[in-house]
């Protein structure tokens, strides 16, 4: 978001910036879907901010229902960016939209694995992937989207 966008003063680390508003017109849609979801499913917690975005991303509040956390992902996370732990996905779309900053974790996509390449029709390219690091998904972040 371009800085003549942004709110200096407003913005919080709790926060959330649509970095791909870069117009007024694009920041007001943004900004009033977010008030949508804040209103419609509260804003309260971390987990209630991540309800928020899933269901802006497929533009259907009732997604927010599907939704269950256990055992503090949220902390989770949290502690394992800041130990820099890497982040697997299994599709690109969602790599490609992980935010680089603020974090030192590598990201990668399993399909790009050698072994998400050649499944020699067994597998599924993900699955294939994701059983090729199966050593490395012990702390790490996993995220299926």
Do not use: W
């Not at 978001?1 to 926060?15: A, D, I, Q």
């Not at 992902?73 to 502690?79: E, K, W």
């Not at 992937?129 to 299926?144: E, V």
């Amino acid at each position: 978001m371009s800085k003549e966008l942004s709110h200096p003063g407003v913005t919080t680390g709790n926060t959330y910036i649509d970095l791909g508003a870069d117009t007024k017109e694009g920041y007001a849609i943004s900004s009033r879907s977010r008030e949508m979801a804040r209103e419609v499913l509260g804003n309260e917690t971390p987990e209630d901010r991540i309800r928020q975005r899933c269901s802006i991303a497929v533009g259907d509040f009732t997604m927010a229902d599907l939704m269950r956390f256990s055992h503090d992902p949220v902390s989770a996370g949290i502690a394992a960016l800041a130990a820099g732990a890497p982040i697997f996905t299994d599709i690109r779309m969602v790599q490609t939209g992980i935010q680089k900053k603020g974090h030192i974790s590598m990201i990668t996509c399993v399909l790009d694995l050698p072994a998400g390449s050649e499944t020699g029709g067994e597998r599924t390219r993900t699955s294939a992937g994701f059983l090729s690091i199966r050593d490395q998904l012990n702390g790490a972040i996993i995220i299926i989207g």
